[in-house]
């Protein structure tokens, strides 16, 4: 049975405040979720205040991107090893606003999860079509390209310490869930790929289902046998929303 993960991911949202209260608002009802996992991913200069607020509690916490390089002159960029002083437990990689916003390619984002992984940390590996590509009939050979970039790399062993995100681009902050059954299709098409390679990882690693998660589809979303919990962005700005959906899980 895999254990049920819910991550928020805050994107480019937050404040010192807002923050503050959202947590607050998350540990005060956090005995109400029952089966899943729950963890933040806020903005990279959130994370000591993240830390010190979810420290001693069974809240985790990650961040929504690392650098594919050590240290040094990389203007901007935050390393793995800087990560892990923060105790982040996640890092999320190849999210699609990094791929189509930033330009990440496939290879870049392989090279970040290797990295991830290299320091002991946990890779949430987005996947995901963009709406053309779903209609084209394309979204089996996207999502199989996007994973095939990591297994490549660095291996089927690599899965068994990550967790997957199947995120469709069309239904990320559109309000426009995949239906539980689309998202069921393809989750089952990423385990199948890897059962390929090694039945015992596909059925260990969970999966995740990300685009528009709200309370109120989270149940039917995650009641799929191999839809093991959800990347929340939105819904996970507010407590008691990502609160109903961890109830969920
Ligand atoms: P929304 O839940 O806002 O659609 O965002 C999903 C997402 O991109 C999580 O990473």
């Known amino acids: 049975m895999r254990q049920s993960l819910v ?18 608002g998350i540990k005060q009802n956090i005995v109400s979720v029952k089966n899943a996992e729950m963890a ?46 923060f105790g982040c437990k996640y890092v999320i990689v190849g999210h699609s606003e990094r791929r189509s916003i930033y330009g990440e390619s496939d290879k870049l ?11 002991g940390l946990i890779p949430i590996l987005c996947v995901g079509e963009l709406l053309e590509e779903r209609e084209a009939g394309n979204t089996e050979a996207v999502v199989k390209r996007q994973l ?12 068994e310490k990550s967790v997957i995100a199947y995120e469709p681009v069309w239904a990320i902050g559109t309000g426009k869930t995949a239906s539980p059954q689309q998202a069921q299709d393809v989750h089952a098409f990423i385990r199948k790929q890897i059962a390929t390679l090694d039945s015992n990882i596909a059925n260990k690693v969970q999966i995740l289902y990300g685009g528009s998660v709200k309370g109120s589809n989270a149940k039917e979303l995650f009641a799929m046998s191999d839809i093991d919990g959800g990347l ?4 996970s700005l ?4 990502f609160l109903a959906i961890g109830q969920a899980g």
Do not use: H
């Open 109 to 119: 984002v392989a090279e970040k999860f290797a990295k991830v992984q290299s320091a």
């Open 238 to 241: 507010k407590a008691d929303d």
């Open 40 to 85: 933040v991913c806020p903005p990279f200069i959130y994370l000591q205040q993240i830390k010190d607020l979810l420290d001693n509690t069974n809240i985790s916490w990650g961040s929504q991107d690392v650098s594919q390089q050590d240290l040094g002159a990389f203007t901007g960029e935050i390393s793995i090893s800087m990560l892990v002083d």
């Open 232 to 235: 929340i962005g939105g819904a």
């Open 148 to 159: 095939d970039a990591i297994l490549n790399l660095q291996g089927v062993a690599s899965l």
């Open 7 to 24: 991550v928020g991911n805050w994107k480019m949202n937050g404040s010192l405040e807002a923050n503050r209260s959202l947590i607050e």
